[in-house]
């Protein structure tokens, strides 16, 4: 009888994509090294050239090729690309530690590269986190950081690229990219060029953060 719960109780977490560890409730960057050092086979979104999870509690707002809007239950929004030029070309990672954020660090699992970057500014935390050829963003406030990197690590390190697929499209050069895209591991990028693709995407989540700005200043 034990084994059948072991074995339904694995098989649970293959299908759900959730970890095996217990997970830290306060300490984002012991999370990231157990999530990220897990392998996960789990997926719950197909596009062409590539797929990936989206764990339970994530709800899409926006979704297009190569980019996506998602929220969680406490209305924090997730900001998402999906680099497949990178990732055909085997970009390297350029991104250099900067010493005044709130954290930034280079980070390497499995042989897929990335980073993450929080800066802290008037109680929000503005996260950037690169990883297996993909971005999400987020601005969030400290009681949410950790739920929010936790989020973004089950998605980034699911995603799946389907080499076949991305050679005959990236290959006949039939991709189109908006302007707002920007270099994965371009480390010019800052809130501000943050918010300016937001509000394109996402005008009420722009207007929300400049009535709270405003608030702030009437004080």
Same mark, same amino acid.
């Given at each position: 009888?034990?084994?059948?719960?072991?074995?339904?109780?694995?098989?649970?977490?293959?299908?759900?994509?959730?970890?095996?560890?217990?997970?830290?409730?306060?300490?984002?960057?012991?999370?990231?090294? +157990?999530?990220?050092?897990? !392998? &996960?086979?789990?997926?719950?979104?197909?596009? $062409?050239?590539? =797929? /990936?999870? %989206?764990?339970?509690?994530?709800?899409?707002?926006?979704?297009?090729?190569?980019?996506?809007?998602?929220?969680?239950?406490?209305?924090?929004?997730?900001?998402?690309?999906?680099?497949?030029?990178?990732?055909?070309?085997?970009?390297?990672?350029?991104?250099?530690?900067?010493?005044?954020?709130?954290?930034?660090?280079? +980070?390497?699992?499995?042989? !897929? &590269?990335?980073?993450?970057?929080?800066?802290? $500014?008037?109680? =929000? /935390?503005? %996260?950037?986190?690169?990883?297996?050829?993909?971005?999400?963003?987020?601005?969030?406030?400290?009681?949410?950081?950790?739920?929010?990197?936790?989020?973004?690590?089950?998605?980034?390190?699911?995603?799946?690229?389907?080499?076949?697929?991305?050679?005959?499209?990236?290959?006949?050069?039939?991709?189109?990219?908006?302007?707002?895209?920007?270099?994965?591991?371009?480390?010019?990028?800052?809130?501000?060029?943050?918010?300016?693709?937001?509000?394109?995407?996402?005008?009420?989540?722009?207007?929300?953060?400049?009535?709270?700005?405003?608030?702030?200043?009437?004080?």
């Amino acid at each position: 009888m034990k084994k059948i719960i072991v074995l339904l109780s694995v098989i649970l977490l293959i299908i759900t994509g959730c970890s095996m560890k217990e997970l830290s409730s306060n300490d984002f960057e012991k999370n990231m090294d +157990i999530l990220l050092n897990e !392998k &996960t086979k789990s997926s719950n979104v197909h596009f $062409d050239g590539y =797929k /990936y999870y %989206v764990p339970d509690g994530l709800k899409f707002i926006n979704r297009e090729e190569y980019n996506a809007i998602l929220k969680d239950r406490f209305d924090n929004k997730y900001y998402m690309y999906v680099d497949v030029i990178s990732y055909y070309h085997k970009v390297k990672n350029t991104y250099k530690i900067k010493q005044d954020a709130y954290y930034s660090k280079v +980070i390497n699992y499995g042989n !897929k &590269t990335g980073y993450l970057e929080i800066t802290e $500014d008037n109680g =929000k /935390y503005f %996260v950037e986190f690169v990883f297996n050829y993909a971005k999400i963003e987020s601005l969030t406030d400290k009681d949410n950081l950790v739920k929010v990197i936790d989020n973004m690590c089950y998605i980034l390190r699911s995603i799946k690229f389907n080499d076949k697929i991305l050679e005959s499209i990236v290959g006949d050069n039939v991709l189109s990219y908006a302007e707002e895209v920007f270099t994965l591991f371009d480390t010019t990028s800052s809130q501000e060029d943050f918010l300016e693709v937001v509000s394109r995407y996402d005008p009420e989540y722009k207007k929300a953060i400049d009535q709270e700005e405003l608030e702030l200043d009437e004080e």
